[in-house]
């Protein structure tokens, strides 16, 4: 096992970093010498980086038999605001399959996994990468940086009724108000631009996700907005809704809790296991 990190320098980049944690092969020992990829974007509305829902994570992906890097992307009190933050993963994503190779990753098999805002920024990704305004941003071809494949837990979608509204006003800094020259928008245009049930096409790649009907920071209705969205476009789905528990829970056990979380529901636990399941039978197949 090999563990590299990559410190983004890309422009506007302040501290970015990409962690890559990579099983090695061994050829002709193993039936399986690449690997898919799985690239993690932790939460944090925007104004942190969790790191319970980074390295725990990705460890997790790499006992699945996949490869796994987590992104530390820039955050709001750094002054970062839209793009930047999409830039980020967009770079993240082409410089895993600029070393595909050297990295044992099938090039076509990068998948991109997010939680709460985390999960927007990739949600982000599936629905923008392909838009030239962002090929323009990041002077590379946007194959370059398309993702394969989504995961999302958790994720905040919505700028409407149910907005997080704090990871709104994060991600969009100065520029609700000043408006955004790279879309050529105006602040009320971006908003409504990053309320991303309204964004998706037959270009978003299929999409792993599940939520919780109680959750209280980010509702339900983020992620059945996305999944209605997703079915209209005719995008693959698979969609998991649990009876209980919060927002925040990461792996959903004790490994990824929060101190102030006096329960987790174990039903919840069970979302890793169906994500494994659906990158086994959707990719490594």
Known sequence: MRFETWK???????????????????????????RPMVLVCPGGGYGHVSPREADPVALEFLAAGCQAAVLWYDIADQGVEFPQHLMEVAASVAYLREHADEFNIIADQILVAGFSAGGHLVASLGCFWHEDWLEKKMNMPKENYQPNGLILAY?????????????????????????????????AELEAKLSLEHQVTDKVPPVFMW??????????????????????????????????????????????????????????????SLCKNWIKYTYMN
């Not at 997080?164 to 020259?181: I, L, P, T, W």
């Not at 996305?226 to 009876?243: D, I, N, Q």
């Not at 990824?256 to 069970?270: A, F, G, H, I, R």
């Open 8 to 34: 983004l320098d890309i422009p506007g980049a302040v501290q970015a970093k990409l962690n890559i944690y990579l099983q090695d092969s061994y050829p002709g020992t193993l039936l399986i010498e690449k």
């Open 155 to 187: 994720p905040v979608i919505t700028a409407g009724e149910f907005a997080h509204r704090g990871s709104f006003e994060n991600v969009m800094g100065s520029k609700a108000q000043a408006g955004d020259d790279a879309t050529g928008l105006s602040g």
């Open 211 to 272: 939520h919780t009907f109680e959750d209280g920071a980010v509702p339900l209705e983020n992620s059945l907005l996305l999944a209605t969205a997703l079915r209209k476009a005719g995008v693959s789905l698979e969609y998991h809704v649990f009876p209980r528990g919060g927002h925040g829970y990461g792996l959903a056990n004790k490994l990824t809790v929060m101190p102030s979380l006096k329960e987790l529901d174990p039903q919840c636990e069970q979302w890793m």
